[in-house]
Structures are given as structure tokens and as C-alpha cells.
């Protein structure tokens, strides 16, 4: 599966939202790009983020991106929810949404090819496709429940008051905002354990069957 298509639709639906819904992935723009993943975990954060606060935490990701390296992925992935969570007062499950987001964005936007010298100068990115998690929220874990029951049978004892419903009515059946980061760990194993049964990696896993805008 080429990944320019899909990239491109994802780019392309993002821009065509209202309101605050609307986010320019293209040209490439850090403060947008945070902007966006923020906005996917602002309801959840009680009081919300001070936008001095923000901007630090926006900085310490995206400095941090750089220096991810396939070998070291997962432990540096840790590290980078762990100081996320603590410099910005997030859950585990908030911090790890918005860094999975924004690795998100860095790899559509890569493999959208819309910018030749951008990728040229983060040709890091494309390294990292085999390795990137999934953003976890209800939807995800709901259509992953649904699509993969053999994968995810001990759902409920992998998440806190997981439900599972029916397809017409799939949102706001898992507490994913409160995840703790071992859960987090699980999950992610069965989505790349999916992911690699099908010889495709977990983002075009997520684009091409678990997020459903």
C-alpha cells in the first residue's frame, strides 16, 4: 500500500474542517501541527494547558523527534511520554495522543511529498513508519475491539470499563484519556502484532481500518 494517496486525503480532510477543526498541515507549520494534536485532548484536560505551558511542551517534542532512532524507538518513546506527562500535567493517555498525533503528522506529511525539501531535511521520518503507535482514543480501541474480537478478547481486563457495543454507536465506550502507560503498552503490541500480520505497518493499519473521521 503506497502511503501517498492516503497521506494526502488525511492532509486534504483536516484543511477542509470549520472552525478549530481545521488544521494546515501544509506548508508545515510546528505551532499549527501542536495546535492540532492539542485540540484532540483538550476536552479531556480539566482546566486545560496555559499557552506558555503549551509552547514548552510543543518545543521538548519536537526537538525531541529528531533523535528518535528504530532501535531505540520504544525506550526513547517512554521517555518522551514520561516528560510530556510531567512538564505539561498530562495523563499518559493524553500525552501519548498528542505524541503519537504529531509523529502522525510528521510521517503523512513526508510521505504526501508535498514538500520535496522538507523531507530532504527530516529524511529521518520515513525510518520511523515501522515503529510509530498508534494514536489510542475510544474510536480506535472500539473499531480494533470490533474488527479484531480474536486480538483484543480480554479487552476488559486490558482496559478500565471497556464497553463494547454495537458499530452504530461506537464513541465514548473507553476511558482512553486515563490510560496508564502499561496499558498503553499493551495495546500498542497488539496493534503492531495486527499490523505485522498483514505485512503493513500500525499507521497504515490505523488510516486504513481504525480511524473512522
Known amino acids: 500500500?503506497?502511503?501517498?494517496?492516503?497521506s494526502l486525503n488525511f492532509?486534504?480532510?483536516?484543511?477542509?474542517?470549520?472552525?478549530?477543526?481545521?488544521?494546515?498541515?501544509?506548508?508545515?507549520?510546528?505551532?499549527?501541527?501542536?495546535?492540532?494534536?492539542?485540540?484532540?485532548?483538550?476536552?479531556t484536560k480539566t482546566g486545560g494547558t496555559q499557552p506558555s505551558l503549551r509552547s514548552r511542551v510543543s518545543s521538548l517534542i519536537f526537538e525531541y523527534f529528531p533523535d528518535l532512532r528504530v532501535g531505540a524507538f520504544d525506550r526513547q518513546w517512554d521517555s518522551l511520554i514520561r516528560r510530556v506527562s510531567k512538564l505539561g500535567s498530562f495523563s499518559a493517555g493524553q500525552a501519548q495522543k498528542i505524541c503519537n498525533i504529531l509523529l502522525k503528522y510528521h510521517l503523512?506529511?513526508?510521505?504526501s511529498g508535498l514538500d520535496p525539501a522538507w523531507n530532504h531535511k527530516n529524511s529521518w521520518v520515513?525510518?520511523?513508519?515501522?515503529?510509530?503507535?498508534?494514536?489510542?482514543?475510544?474510536?480506535?480501541?472500539?473499531?480494533?475491539a470490533v474488527l479484531y474480537p480474536e486480538s483484543f478478547g480480554?479487552?476488559?481486563?486490558?482496559?478500565?470499563?471497556?464497553?463494547?457495543?454495537?458499530?452504530?454507536?461506537?464513541?465514548?465506550?473507553?476511558?482512553?484519556?486515563n490510560l496508564p502507560a502499561p496499558?498503553?503498552?499493551?495495546?500498542?503490541?497488539?496493534?503492531?502484532?495486527i499490523?505485522?500480520?498483514?505485512?503493513?505497518?500500525?499507521?497504515?493499519?490505523?488510516?486504513?481500518?481504525?480511524?473512522?473521521?
Open 195 to 213: 499490523a505485522k500480520s498483514k505485512g503493513i505497518s500500525p499507521l497504515e493499519l490505523e488510516m486504513r481500518e481504525l480511524w473512522r473521521p
Open 126 to 144: 520515513s525510518s520511523l513508519l515501522p515503529k510509530a503507535n498508534i494514536p489510542i482514543d475510544s474510536l480506535v480501541l472500539f473499531y480494533g
Open 183 to 193: 496499558y498503553i503498552r499493551n495495546l500498542q503490541s497488539i496493534f503492531r502484532a
Open 11 to 43: 492532509i486534504n480532510l483536516l484543511a477542509s474542517r470549520k472552525g478549530p477543526a481545521k488544521i494546515l498541515l501544509h506548508p508545515y507549520n510546528p505551532s499549527e501541527w501542536f495546535r492540532g494534536a492539542y485540540t484532540t485532548v483538550q476536552r
Open 1 to 6: 500500500m503506497s502511503l501517498r494517496q492516503p
Open 108 to 111: 503523512v506529511y513526508f510521505f
Open 154 to 177: 480480554s479487552l476488559v481486563r486490558v482496559i478500565p470499563n471497556a464497553r463494547v457495543r454495537s458499530l452504530k454507536d461506537p464513541k465514548k465506550h473507553y476511558v482512553w484519556s
